[in-house]
């Protein structure tokens, strides 16, 4: 993360960021002068740990562990070399970044019979499930994707997947969901979950998946 990027997002209370590759969260804070910054290193909501480079003119340096911390002085003064931050140290400088920390993403998938549009078995209780998630994230974003397996023609299986996609659009919208909110796809039978040769049925292949973000 280049010292002028971090410059740039830091505040007095602290902001949060997406390290690399979004797999774990960068708080950075600035401290009593515009010159001096922390930066932490934590793990995200799943306890997964990322990695972090914090580079400034005068060098760089590396964060790769959970309460990994260093110290940037100027843009000409390389980062401290990593210390791991005391949990009561980041409970209380970064509290406020922390209380608006987004939750993470949620993905539920629904299967169905060969030919259906219908949820199957238990796949038609997670529609609740489903809306409680949008209502307690009050999420922005619900991405909506159908599946299906090998069998049949691309054509057929392109429209067997939009129309399964596009039921459970319709049955979040009849429940409250704003439309603007949701975004369908169909995969056809071209991203499997399960591969399998051309022609094969596989009932895991037969999905809807719903993001929630």
């Known amino acids: 993360m280049p010292w ?3 410059h740039n997002t830091a505040s007095s209370l602290g902001v949060i960021v997406s390290a690399l590759l979004a797999v774990a969260l960068l708080l950075a804070l600035l401290g009593g002068c515009a010159s001096r910054q922390v930066v ?5 909501r799943d306890g997964h740990v990322g990695k972090a480079e914090v580079a400034t003119q005068g060098g760089t340096q590396l964060l790769e562990t959970a309460g990994g911390m260093t110290v940037v002085s100027g843009r000409s003064t390389p980062p401290s070399p990593p210390t791991v931050a005391d949990p009561g140290y980041i409970a209380a400088t970064f509290a406020g970044a922390l209380a608006v920390e987004p939750l993470p993403s949620v993905k539920f998938i629904l299967n169905y019979d060969p030919e259906s549009t219908d949820p199957v078995g238990e796949s038609k209780t997670l529609i609740p499930a489903i809306l409680a998630a949008i209502k307690q994230r009050n ?3 619900i991405s909506i994707s159908g599946h299906t397996d090998a069998v049949g023609t691309v054509p057929y299986n392109d429209k067997l997947a939009q129309d399964r996609a596009l039921a459970i659009r319709d049955l979040l919208i009849h429940n409250g969901v704003d439309p603007q909110r949701l975004t369908v796809s169909s995969h056809g039978k071209g991203n499997p979950l399960v591969p399998t040769p051309d022609g094969v049925p596989e009932p895991r292949n037969r999905r809807v998946e719903v993001i929630v973000r």
Do not use: K, R
């Open 40 to 44: 932490v290193l934590l793990p995200d």
């Open 4 to 6: 002028d990027n971090a």
């Open 139 to 141: 999420a922005v974003s």
